[in-house]
């Protein structure tokens, strides 16, 4: 600016100057936000990859998402655990189904401390599985059990599993009492 007015035959050269200097720092700053975008959605030890970066960069993201929330395989299908100590209790619709409780609940057909698991594609997106659909629910035991059960259908379902692993146990109990008896 200082040159345009000692140098007033030159005042055009500076001026392009001036304008091509605003706009490269302009660029400059966009192109530095941008890179942080990434950094800043997957986590601080994300890099830029390039050809010789490329497979590590993105990888061994296996039981989380990018929310950094747990992600549970169910029959091949990907679920994102959206919702954990939820309590759920039986409706009185038709169905009886379980939805999440809110104020007192009946102290018979309440389930708590569930987790709501929800489509993983569905959970992504912007508003991170706010809208997506609860496919299944996951107790304080661990136990898994679709949506659509009711209160009933979820207590005989969860007897019935109970069952088949006091069963696997004693069947593996007794194949060690038979691997013992031979040695």
């Given at each position: 600016m200082i040159k345009m007015a000692i140098e007033p035959d030159s005042?055009?050269?500076?001026?392009?100057?001036?304008k091509n200097t605003i706009i490269a720092s302009v660029l400059i700053t966009l192109a530095l936000t941008f890179i942080e975008i990434p950094k800043d959605y997957?986590?601080?030890?994300v890099q830029i990859?390039?050809?010789?970066?490329?497979?590590?960069?993105?990888?061994?993201?296996?039981d989380k998402d990018a929310q950094n929330?747990?992600?549970v395989t169910i029959n091949g299908r990907r679920y994102v655990v959206t919702d954990t100590g939820k309590t759920i209790t039986s409706t009185q619709s038709i169905d009886g189904s379980l939805k999440q409780g809110v104020g007192l609940y009946g102290a018979s057909k309440t389930i708590k401390n569930v987790s709501f698991l929800r489509p993983f594609g569905?959970?992504?997106d912007f508003w991170k599985g706010f809208y997506a659909s609860i496919d299944y629910y996951r107790d304080s035991d661990g136990f898994v059990?679709?949506?659509?059960y009711s209160y009933d259908d979820y207590?005989?379902?969860?007897?019935?599993?109970?069952?088949?692993?006091?069963?696997?146990?004693?069947?593996?109990?007794?194949?060690?009492?038979?691997?013992?008896?031979?040695?």
């Open positions: 005042k055009a050269k500076y001026i392009k100057l001036a997957f986590g601080g030890t990859a390039d050809e010789g970066l490329g497979d590590p960069t993105f990888a061994k993201i296996e929330r747990e992600v569905d959970c992504q059990f679709p949506s659509s207590i005989n379902a969860k007897e019935e599993k109970e069952k088949q692993n006091q069963v696997n146990a004693e069947q593996q109990n007794q194949e060690k009492v038979e691997q013992q008896k031979e040695e």
